[in-house]
């Protein structure tokens, strides 16, 4: 038989499993590195241990927080597609990064936090938001939602998913620019490459195809972009 003890262990681990679900905590750690790009860009060198432990513990805090209030808001919606089979998992993504520069700067460059604004926007929009919205087309057609791909259809959406992230890379030039550290030739390269990869490929697959698959393909890529413009500029903090 199994003890009391032994339930409430059982209990604790499947309440801690409900809420790594609740959080998305795979996408959240990668969604983490937004905020942990956007400090170290502004500073130029990695902060002091207190406060990278504070801010990845606030980071997570945040964004776990931001994911539970989404799904509570879709709660209806969510509930909907799962008594008729349309459920697909599905998140929406709001970002920190503006506030991670504040936590090491106090009175930064006010045009440094309009670029850095720009950047999320774009970058949100066209490789989380219309993508991971192209993925359940059909399902929000069903419930008549009011996205990107259902209003506009798929050439026009594919059309705002190429001009956002081309405004992306664009305005990640520029974020390099501004930043104390200046614009520094192997990092602009290595953080192009990283966009024309994980963004501009699979969009123009993307137009070329309207095909779903590639939908997702787009947004995962596109998840990895923030932590690959982290590594380009933690290495150029180290050398």
């Avoid at 996205?147 to 959406?157: H, K, N």
């Avoid at 698959?213 to 500029?233: C, G, K, M, Q």
Wanted: aromatic share 12%; with cysteine.
């Amino acid at each position: 038989m199994v003890d009391s003890t032994t339930r409430t262990q059982h209990s604790g681990v499947s309440r801690l499993g409900l809420f790594l679900a609740l959080s998305r905590t795979p996408h959240g750690l990668l969604d983490m590195t937004t905020p942990c790009f956007a400090a170290l860009l502004w500073l130029g060198a990695f902060p002091s241990l207190k406060v990278i432990l504070v801010g990845l513990l606030t980071v997570f805090a945040g964004y776990s927080a931001v994911y539970a209030l989404n799904d509570l808001i879709g709660y209806g919606s969510d509930k909907k597609k799962m008594e008729e089979g349309l459920f697909q998992d599905s998140d929406s993504y709001l970002d920190g990064a503006i506030a991670a520069v504040f936590a090491v700067d106090p009175q930064p460059f006010f045009g440094l936090l309009l670029a850095l604004f720009l950047w999320l926007f774009f970058w949100e929009i066209g490789g989380q938001n219309i993508p991971n919205d192209w993925e359940d087309l059909q399902g929000d057609k069903h419930l008549q939602a009011k996205t990107i791909p259902v209003r506009f259809g798929p050439d026009l959406s594919v059309v705002f998913i190429m001009a956002c992230l081309v405004m992306t890379l664009a305005i990640n030039v520029v974020l390099l620019w501004l930043t104390p550290s200046g614009l520094q030739w192997p990092s602009l390269t290595a953080c192009l490459i990283a966009g024309v990869y994980l963004l501009l490929a699979p969009a123009y697959r993307l137009h070329k195809t309207k095909n779903r698959d590639e939908a997702i393909i787009l947004f995962n890529r596109a998840s990895y972009y923030p932590l690959a413009l982290l590594v380009v500029v933690a290495i150029r903090c180290l050398l």
